[in-house]
């Protein structure tokens, strides 16, 4: 009844000011509107990966007492993409970074087909065009800005404010994007796409990536202590070949990996001494993850660690006051509920200890514990136990015996624990619920908003607008410089690296294709956005066609 007591107050105390002295009523007035116009100087924009609000739920009751992201409730969004009521991380993270929706896989461009009722549509040349995203506005505010995450950078959600590509999975365009975005902050996973190698996820554009970024001044960091002791003012983290450990798996397999509260923390700190402020992109990416495996302890787990960096980044910010934090889930996934068939009768009379207490016995998560199983699976009971399984039945025995190998196993202790703890899950996909909206601080997004919503007021309250801004640093080659009177050819002698080529009379210009570099009759500059190459077409900042004219006379 608090909430509800507080809004009662809060009314009658707006009448009593309405019925009051004309000169109160100015004075309330003239401070209301004060603190109207106040603009958010710093954007903290936080995003639980596929998180249902029944995990934040299924969290609360774990953890016994209130969440962060309690205090700062002010509405709902709705996920939808351009073409499904059920959407990919890709186009949540672009409608969310850019104010458009996409399609599936898309990572900061256009969509090609749109037919959600309610979705804008696109015309055709417009398809797969790059969108300007609130960190690349936010840079040329003069802001500090900087992504965290806990998957490898390179993934579909911080890539989505950080770069620009068809195909979510092609690390080695979306990471070098990134690398050549100047950014001040970058810490998460990923070192494995940011070296030339033999591994699954290394780069085979035999690019090193790892000795760009230390040409660019970066303190790169590998560990929680280096992390903690940089005084750098740019720091490149990569705490992992590929993702982080889940946060409670963290002590006992990497202990050397900070937490996201950590990284969250130590980046607020360094980017807050921008006196033009700071745009922070900040994702608990495994939420999502355990999710897919129906793994309640891993939801639970990155879920509270998610929460405690809400909790750095609105203690700076009620500090601070000209802070705007956001905290959501991009979508829901599983279909997890409090409940199962277990509960039909008798679901009103079935305390919270029978959901909660059998999670509790857990001492891993899905992933930590099946880690330690051996390739034969003779401890698969010794596993069991990490995983909150003890005192197995006869048909709980057999259901494991059953499994014939590791990825099996997993399976099956999942199920075992949802039915202990009274679960239920739909799916090991996404769901297309509306989530919660977090939010604090000046301008704050609030109600039953869209997704792409969220960009267009960080946008606002940063003081530049994304169509405008996709105009100016996304432009095509072809048209561009066929204004300039030059000709574009691209040299793809290198496929791997393909480059744009600008020739007009005895002048050459040469942009390599993900890079923010344009060589004018061999002089190298740098520019203020990427080169992109979607689908065919290669775009470029008009910057570039100014700087070829300028210099190229």
Known sequence: MGFFRNRIVGITLAGAVALGSAGTGSAAMETAKKKEDRKAKNVIMMVMDGTSSTATTLARWYKGEPLALDSIVTGGVRTYSAESAITDSAPAGTAMATGNKSNSSYVGVKPSVVNSPGAEPVSEKDHYRPLANVLEGAKKTGRATGIIATSEIQHATPASYSAHHLNRNNFEVLGEQQVYQNMDIVLGGGKDSLQPGTKEKNRKDNEDLVNVIQEKKYDFVE????????????????????????????????????????????????????????????????????????????????????????????????????????????????????????????????????????????????EGATGKLKDDLSNIEEVARLYGLDNLTAPEKEQLKGAKDKKAVGSVLVKLLANRANLGFTTGGHTGEDVFLYSYGPEKPQGLIENTDIAKTMAKAMGFNLDKLTNEIFIEAGEAFKKAGARVKVDKKDPANPVLTVSRKKAKAEMPVNKNIIRINGKEYELNSVIVESNGSFYVPKEAVRLFQKKAR
């Not at 990996?257 to 700071?278: C, N, R, V």
């Not at 891993?298 to 601070?320: Q, T």
């Open 223 to 366: 560990t929680k202590d280096e992390l903690l002791r940089s005084k750098s003012k740019k720091i490149w983290g990569a705490f992992s070949q590929r993702d982080l450990a889940y946060d409670m798996d963290r002590g006992t397999t990497h202990p050397e990996q900070p937490t996201l509260a950590e990284m969250t923390k130590k980046s607020i700190q360094t980017l807050s001494k921008d006196k033009d402020g700071f745009f922070l992109f900040v994702e608990g990416s495994k939420p999502d993850w355990a999710a897919h495996q129906n793994d309640p302890i891993g939801m639970i787990s990155d879920v509270l660690a998610f929460d405690n960096a809400v909790k750095e980044a609105l203690e700076f910010a009620k500090k601070d006051k000209n802070t705007m934090v956001i905290a959501v889930s991009d979508h829901g996934n599983s279909g997890i509920s409090i409940g199962n068939s277990n509960t039909t009768k008798g679901y009103d009379q079935t305390p919270v200890s029978a959901y909660i207490d059998p999670l509790k016995k857990a001492k891993m998560t899905l």
